[in-house]
Every structure is written in structure tokens, then in C-alpha cells.
């Protein structure tokens, strides 16, 4: 039995999240779950076990990708999780924002290509 990694898609436009996560699911690699929101990414982090990579959106309504980011990562149990942010920003200091954060480790420009989410999802550590 092969044990799979587990994405939480954090994304403000279900076409999007549905796509990313259609992806992902056919490579075979991952299973995935997704929220419309970071309060909601909040609530499902906090009812069970953490995922072991986070696709963000950058920018949604309420509180921004950034905050989130940092709000996970410091929480308790969630250092091992892996941040990769969704962005159709052209703006450079806004992914600087996220440049220097340990945890994030890579950018995915939108509108989403499945060639763009393949690569990410071909990056990710194996689980033994």
C-alpha cells in the first residue's frame, strides 16, 4: 500500500481549485481537499491532521496569503508543511513577500496550466 501526501488547496475561485486539484489527483501522487478561504483553512488545519503541502492563493478576500502563510507555519505542528503560492500578480514585492519565508518553496503563476501544477506535484518528497 502506497501512502500518498496530502494537499490543501486554499483558493478563492473554485475554477481554480478544482483544477489544481484534478490534476493532482490523476498524477496519482496526492490526495487533496479544498477550502474557499483562509478562515476556512484555519478551521480545517485545526480539526485534523496538517497537509503536507498548501497551495495558496496570494490574494483573496479577508486575510492575505501572506498571513495565512505565516499563521500556519508557526502554528504547532505545522513545520514540516510545505507553502507553494498561487499568484497572477506581476507585482515583484508581492511574491518577495513570500521569498524569504522558510516555508514557501515555490510560486505558480495563474491562470493555472496543468503543465505548471504537474511540475510542482512531481517535486514533492515521496512519503516512505
Known amino acids: 500500500m502506497t501512502c500518498k501526501l496530502h494537499v490543501l488547496i486554499v483558493d478563492d475561485f473554485p475554477p481554480d481549485a478544482e483544477w489544481a486539484q484534478l490534476v493532482i489527483e490523476e498524477a496519482g501522487v496526492a490526495s487533496c481537499?479544498?477550502?474557499s478561504s483562509a478562515e476556512a483553512a484555519i478551521e480545517y488545519l485545526a480539526s485534523g491532521p496538517q497537509p503536507d503541502v498548501v497551495l495558496l492563493d496570494m490574494n483573496m478576500p479577508g486575510m492575505s496569503g501572506l498571513d495565512?502563510?505565516?499563521?500556519?507555519?508557526?502554528?504547532?505542528g505545522a513545520g514540516d508543511t510545505l507553502f507553494f503560492i498561487l499568484s497572477s500578480s506581476e507585482r515583484e514585492w508581492e511574491r518577495g513577500a513570500f521569498a524569504d519565508h522558510p516555508c514557501v518553496q515555490g510560486f505558480i503563476r495563474k491562470p493555472l496550466r496543468d503543465v505548471d501544477v504537474a511540475r510542482v506535484v512531481q517535486s514533492l518528497p515521496r512519503p516512505l
Not at 505565516?70 to 502554528?75: E, G, H, L, N, V
Request: proline share 0%; no cysteine.
Open 68 to 76: 495565512l502563510v505565516r499563521r500556519i507555519s508557526s502554528s504547532t
Open 33 to 35: 481537499s479544498s477550502v
